[in-house]
């Protein structure tokens, strides 16, 4: 098992730094041997011999936000976890965000409980209350964001926590010129969609990831959404499982981001057991039928009343992407790293769409339950959770020229050297010091034979 994880501290004066470790061969990193004291708050260093005027990086070091540059509308449903909604306003509406997110949109669906702007006094200046007549389920999200003023619009559900500097991060990420939106999810899920990507040529190149669990996404993909599902027909029910259906008929590969994974549970969730499991199935192979009956044609679309419409289908040529990612946890920063995650081939052509749960099975089936866990239990997201007792681990050997990156974002400039510890086995120490540290936007990494390696013994 090859591991890493990371820390970072910070002297004075900083620029935003990216950090690329490029693997000439085998990187074997591995994660301390033995136990590690839980803390409450971890050390600025896991270094014994670091400097006290070391100041650890977090997201309070994010430069303070200008007036106007708030261009993200949240969009928080509402239905059987209110306490955990008021828990969520808290967090999206805490200074740190207040260059980023413009307003909060709070879409009650139980109209049994009808919420009342008193109830969010202390955001009172950012929330936007809907009380919905009726349960629209997940559609609200896209109609919430269609009708936003701001052009992003950050996604997540009741039951999960984002945290503030992974929301900066996901902004700090995301262009109006990007094909996919960005989406958080759990190690398990995000197996989950790799596992069911599916190409068609030409036209068809589609996976599958949920936006509940945080995402961001532009007003204009939703509005789009929409216009394409209602010229499409759906029934009711297939609007109201929207989220089953957004990344599929998009047709890309989405982007999607190992999260730290913070739940808060409470209420009365949606998907419970085989039947909730089974709905979800049922709509995701209905979603992937649609895609066919628009793409799998010789002259497009194959369906020509959808020709206005077709607009959030994309039809340029995409391949999934070779890189991992996940967002610190601490301060505002993207772990990326092209270490391969599953080492078999993973099937991925097919004759139409309407087969990537089958593709989902059969791959699943390929990598078996050994590698199934390796993926879940220690993910990237475990290289930057700031836990000195997590790491991410990786079974296979890695390959020349595989990377580790770590990319800053907005850190103050108020310090001009940063450190990153490397926590690794003795073993690996000289194959660390044989790696290549460059910088890309021209920091300067001291000397590889000075640098401060902690070995666990």
Same mark, same amino acid.
């Given at each position: 098992?090859?591991?890493?994880?990371?820390?970072?501290?910070?002297?004075?004066?900083?620029?935003?730094?990216?950090?690329?470790?490029?693997?000439?061969?085998?990187?074997?990193?591995?994660?301390?041997?033995?136990?590690?004291?839980?803390?409450?708050?971890?050390?600025?260093?896991?270094?014994?011999?670091?400097?006290?005027?070391?100041?650890?990086?977090?997201?309070?070091?994010?430069?303070?936000?200008?007036?106007?540059?708030?261009?993200?509308?949240?969009?928080?449903?509402?239905?059987?976890?209110?306490?955990?909604?008021?828990?969520?306003?808290?967090?999206?509406?805490?200074?740190?965000?207040?260059?980023?997110?413009?307003?909060?949109?709070?879409?009650?669906?139980?109209?049994?409980?009808?919420?009342?702007?008193?109830?969010?006094?202390?955001?009172?200046?950012?929330?936007?209350?809907?009380?919905?007549?009726?349960?629209?389920?997940?559609?609200?999200?896209?109609?919430?964001?269609?009708?936003?003023?701001?052009?992003?619009?950050?996604?997540?559900?009741?039951?999960?926590?984002?945290?503030?500097?992974?929301?900066?991060?996901?902004?700090?990420?995301?262009?109006?010129?990007?094909?996919?939106?960005?989406?958080?999810?759990?190690?398990?899920?995000?197996?989950?969609?790799?596992?069911?990507?599916?190409?068609?040529?030409?036209?068809?190149?589609?996976?599958?990831?949920? !936006?509940? *669990?945080?995402?961001?996404?532009?007003? #204009?993909? +939703?509005?789009?959404? %929409?216009?394409? =599902?209602?010229?499409? &027909?759906?029934?009711?029910?297939?609007?109201?499982?929207?989220?089953?259906?957004?990344?599929?008929?998009?047709?890309?590969?989405?982007?999607?981001?190992?999260?730290?994974?913070?739940?808060?549970?409470?209420?009365?969730?949606?998907?419970?057991?085989?039947?909730?499991?089974?709905?979800?199935?049922?709509?995701?192979?209905?979603?992937?039928?649609?895609?066919?009956?628009?793409?799998?044609?010789?002259?497009?679309?194959?369906?020509?009343?959808?020709?206005?419409?077709?607009?959030?289908?994309?039809?340029?040529?995409?391949?999934?992407?070779?890189?991992?990612?996940?967002?610190?946890?601490?301060?505002?920063?993207?772990?990326?790293?092209?270490?391969? !995650?599953? *080492?078999?081939?993973?099937?991925?052509? #097919?004759? +139409?769409?309407?087969? %990537?749960?089958? =593709?989902?099975?059969? &791959?699943?089936?390929?990598?078996?339950?050994?590698?199934?866990?390796?993926?879940?239990?220690?993910?990237?997201?475990?290289?930057?959770?700031?836990?000195?007792?997590?790491?991410?681990?990786?079974?296979?050997?890695?390959?020349?020229?595989?990377?580790?990156?770590?990319?800053?974002?907005?850190?103050?400039?108020?310090?001009?050297?940063?450190?990153?510890?490397?926590?690794?086995?003795?073993?690996?120490?000289?194959?660390?010091?044989?790696?290549?540290?460059?910088?890309?936007?021209?920091?300067?990494?001291?000397?590889?034979?000075?640098?401060?390696?902690?070995?666990?013994?």
């Amino acid at each position: 098992m090859r591991c890493i994880s990371i820390c970072w501290n910070i002297f004075s004066i900083a620029v935003a730094l990216i950090a690329i470790l490029v693997l000439h061969y085998g990187l074997r990193i591995s994660a301390p041997d033995g136990p590690v004291e839980s803390q409450l708050v971890w050390p600025v260093s896991f270094l014994p011999s670091v400097k006290p005027s070391l100041e650890r990086l977090s997201y309070h070091h994010l430069p303070p936000p200008k007036v106007g540059t708030a261009d993200v509308a949240a969009i928080i449903l509402n239905w059987s976890r209110f306490s955990n909604v008021v828990g969520i306003v808290s967090v999206l509406c805490s200074p740190a965000l207040d260059g980023t997110i413009a307003s909060i949109v709070v879409w009650n669906n139980n109209p049994t409980r009808l919420l009342k702007e008193e109830e969010f006094a202390q955001c009172s200046h950012k929330v936007k209350l809907f009380n919905s007549p009726e349960n629209a389920y997940f559609r609200a999200r896209f109609e919430a964001c269609a009708v936003a003023s701001t052009p992003f619009c950050f996604i997540q559900d009741d039951d999960y926590l984002v945290l503030p500097e992974v929301i900066y991060t996901l902004r700090a990420r995301a262009s109006e010129s990007s094909v996919s939106g960005i989406f958080l999810a759990p190690p398990h899920e995000v197996l989950f969609g790799s596992l069911m990507h599916v190409m068609v040529e030409p036209h068809i190149h589609t996976s599958f990831s949920w !936006l509940g *669990y945080g995402s961001i996404i532009r007003r #204009s993909e +939703a509005q789009a959404f %929409l216009e394409l =599902m209602h010229s499409l &027909n759906v029934t009711d029910e297939e609007f109201r499982m929207a989220d089953n259906y957004f990344s599929i008929l998009r047709n890309v590969f989405p982007e999607t981001w190992f999260d730290q994974g913070i739940e808060l549970g409470g209420g009365e969730p949606f998907t419970v057991g085989e039947e909730g499991n089974e709905r979800n199935r049922r709509h995701i192979h209905r979603a992937a039928e649609l895609l066919d009956s628009i793409l799998l044609c010789e002259n497009l679309p194959c369906i020509p009343e959808l020709q206005d419409a077709i607009s959030f289908v994309n039809l340029e040529s995409s391949s999934p992407s070779p890189v991992s990612r996940a967002p610190c946890a601490g301060t505002s920063c993207l772990f990326e790293t092209s270490v391969r !995650l599953i *080492y078999k081939e993973l099937h991925i052509e #097919s004759s +139409a769409a309407r087969h %990537l749960l089958d =593709m989902q099975t059969k &791959n699943s089936l390929l990598i078996g339950e050994s590698e199934k866990k390796d993926y879940t239990r220690h993910p990237p997201s475990h290289a930057v959770d700031g836990d000195p007792r997590t790491a991410f681990c990786h079974a296979n050997d890695t390959r020349e020229g595989e990377f580790i990156s770590l990319m800053s974002f907005g850190a103050r400039p108020l310090w001009n050297r940063i450190e990153f510890a490397l926590l690794v086995s003795p073993a690996m120490e000289a194959i660390v010091r044989s790696s290549t540290f460059e910088s890309l936007d021209s920091g300067v990494f001291v000397s590889y034979a000075s640098i401060l390696f902690y070995s666990f013994h």
